[in-house]
């Protein structure tokens, strides 16, 4: 999801109310509340502001929070990236959101890996 997943984020708990609530309209496809399903879902870190990327940084892990740039639009970061690099976190985590969580989306991290060895 782009923008940081959008509104989406803010109303998993309304969802999962949902699911507990009115399992005849919320509960019909999927077994499980929809907040647990999270670890299948990507969003861009483009939101602007270091407390909502903290929040989808809890609410997604790292592991599913990917640089967003916004191109070719002019709303994006003036430098992609500078947001999470300003940002109090662990060099593991921000080498992750700058790249790491693009690669895994893209299905490359595991055939880079190899090829770094490769070379090494």
Known sequence: FAHGGGAF??????MDRGFVSRPDLCATHISNPPS???????????VHDVKALRYLIEV???????????????????????????????RATQDWLLGGAALSFL??????RRMTQAVA
Request: proline share 7%; aromatic share 12%; hydrophobic share 35%.
């Open 36 to 46: 647990t399903y999270m670890s299948k879902v990507y969003v861009d870190s483009l």
């Open 60 to 90: 997604f892990g790292r592991e599913r929070v990917a640089l967003g740039s916004d191109y070719p639009f002019p709303l994006g970061e003036a430098c992609p990236g500078a947001l999470i690099e300003k940002m109090a976190l662990d």
């Open 9 to 14: 984020p803010y109303t998993l708990g309304r």
């Open 107 to 112: 299905g490359l991290n595991e055939s880079l």
